[in-house]
């Protein structure tokens, strides 16, 4: 990445994270009983995804200060909303078998945040066999054992099987690369994602399927941006910054920021951007958090920069 697509991307990102910060409050949970949020755990979606996206800023180390006051700011306020914790802690017992709960909260493990009571029931989880045995789709269960790593529980008897996660995915059979659809392509980044937490750990990813990415990426990303398809666009890209040798396009960054809006917001495709704030919320902070994680990354990565301790 050179220098001019390595400012668009800080730009674009910056942006998107102050739009985010501005409309927090459309995602808080006001109008939900306790009962219903531990109950149907897509109430805190957005949340989790806005969390993934602070967390992932304040791991980077090369946020600016205005850029960590607002991630720590957003990351305050998701941790706030799912009462520091209790919640997803009230959701585990009554669903034992959901993972959202895991999922969520090593957003804000990684952030720094802790809640002791949860860590003990997830660990006692992930050492049993029922947990192991839900059928979940692969990429769903390298999600599962990442954030299991993040908070610390990947080891044991509940250690996963690393190797053969990856292989059970679309991604770890390197298939015809023209027969990939839409929902495939959202599960080769996020079987990406987990593989390599997000850019942390780029040798997680087996080199037959760097080869493959590395040929293949261009291509995806190309045809995903000529459909306006911008949310798995800006995926793919962030799929770019988790390879080993990075990959990035100055066109791929040219675009994002062109149909990125004044105010930060990042559509999610090429259809017009109706509705009130609060729907603009609801349909855009996806991509927008897309958004934020994908120049994060390429920043990065761009910057060599070094990892902080205990990210």
């Not at 009983?33 to 957005?46: A, C, F, P, V, W």
């Not at 969520?104 to 029922?130: I, K």
């Not at 902070?285 to 761009?302: D, M, S, W, Y």
Request: glycine share 8%; hydrophobic share 40%; proline share 6%.
């Amino acid at each position: 990445m050179t220098s001019a697509p390595a400012r668009t991307a800080h730009d674009v990102s910056s942006r998107a994270l102050a739009w985010l910060h501005a409309n927090r409050e459309y995602g808080a949970l006001y109008d939900a009983s306790r009962e219903e949020l531990t109950n149907d755990g897509d109430r805190y979606k957005s949340l989790g995804e806005t969390a993934l996206a602070a967390s992932l800023v304040l791991r980077s180390g090369v946020a600016g200060t205005t850029e960590l006051g607002f991630a720590r700011t957003l990351l305050d306020f998701c941790w706030d909303q799912l009462d520091r914790g209790a919640l997803l802690y009230e959701r585990l017992l009554r669903h034992p078998l959901t993972t959202d709960p895991l999922e969520t909260y090593s957003h804000f493990a990684r952030g720094g945040y802790r809640y002791p009571q949860l860590e003990r029931l997830l660990a006692h989880h992930v050492a049993l066999r029922a947990t192991h045995a839900v059928e979940h789709l692969p990429n769903r269960r390298l999600a599962v054992a990442n954030a299991a790593r993040v908070v610390g529980l990947d080891h044991g008897p509940g250690a996963h099987d690393w190797a053969g996660l990856t292989r059970a995915t679309w991604l770890g059979a390197t298939p015809e690369p023209w027969h990939i659809d839409w929902p495939t392509g959202y599960s080769v980044t996020h079987a990406v994602f987990h593989l390599t937490d997000w850019g942390r750990l780029p040798g997680g990813l087996p080199t037959d399927l760097c080869a493959y990415l590395v040929r293949w990426l261009p291509v995806w990303t190309d045809i995903w941006a000529e459909a306006g398809q911008w949310d798995l666009t800006a995926e793919l890209m962030i799929v770019g910054a988790c390879l080993p040798d990075p990959w990035s396009e100055d066109d791929d960054w040219r675009r994002l920021a062109a149909i990125q809006h004044e105010d930060g917001l990042v559509p999610r495709d090429d259809q017009p951007v109706d509705g009130d704030p609060a729907q603009r919320f609801d349909a855009h902070q996806h991509p927008t958090v897309v958004a934020v994680i994908a120049g994060t990354l390429a920043l990065v990565r761009a910057l060599d920069a070094p990892k902080r301790p205990g990210s």
